[in-house]
T-cell receptor, first 115, second 117 residues
């Protein structure tokens, strides 16, 4: 079975600063996808960033980047130049590449950006 | 068009009512999902439809009945719900790679906030 752990239930960061959200996972699979989703108070889940396990290069999307350590099974999200609109619940998710469509979600990290 | 739409946004129903939630996508995705989400918790998978066929049912009670009339539309029929079924119900879709391989990113709708009295 796959498990995803987010060990930081709540975090806060000053506007314009950088914050890192941690995620670890446990799997015996060698091919898989990892995702970070953001869910603002408006409640829609929005894809932030995605990483294919076979790619060694860390994914980046504007102010969002990941530190993917496959051997350590770690997938942290770095948010640079934090903005008030980044305030949200952040979920890390794992999906096997072969068969099935099931996401395994972590328990989430509630991030608050302080003006 | 990268949008998944859900109606209604809010729904209040009694335990004896019958209601339906609707989800629609026009991205040509062939996998669609229903999730249930309680406050401050991750989404819990309920059902997966792949090519309009039910492929995963996560032991959901029969008072929830999914339906996929076509590749763009997914319904969730509700009957005799309990107050503990009150939650945010999220729909998602994802593209399907030919040959049945896994479908990568899921795109979520805004959800339906359900309250059962």
């Amino acid at each position: 079975a796959q498990t995803v752990t987010q060990s930081q239930p709540e975090m806060s960061v000053q506007e314009a600063e950088t914050v890192t959200l941690s995620c670890t996972y446990d799997t015996s699979e060698s091919n898989y996808y990892l995702f970070w989703y953001k869910q603002p108070p408006s409640r829609q889940m929005i894809l932030v960033i995605r990483q294919e396990a076979y790619k060694q290069q860390n994914a980046t999307e504007n102010r969002f980047s990941v530190n993917f350590q496959k051997a350590a099974k770690s997938f942290s999200l770095k948010i640079s130049d934090s903005q008030l609109g980044d305030t949200a619940m952040y979920f890390c998710a794992f999906m096997k590449q072969i068969t099935g469509n099931q996401f395994y979600f972590g328990t989430g990290t509630s991030l608050t950006v302080i003006p | 068009d990268t949008e998944v739409t859900q109606t209604p946004k809010h729904l209040v129903m009694g335990m004896t009512n019958k209601k339906s939630l609707k989800c629609e996508q026009h991205m040509g995705h062939r996998a669609m999902y229903w999730y249930k989400q309680k406050a401050k918790k991750p989404p819990e998978l309920m059902f997966v439809y792949s090519y309009e066929k039910l492929s995963i049912n996560e032991s959901v009670p029969s008072r929830f009945s999914p339906e996929c009339p076509n590749s763009s539309l997914l319904n969730l029929h509700l009957h005799a719900l309990q107050p503990e079924d009150s939650a945010l119900y999220l729909c998602a879709s994802s593209p399907r790679i030919a040959g049945g391989l896994s479908t990568d990113t899921q795109y979520f709708g805004p959800g339906t906030r359900l309250t059962v009295l």
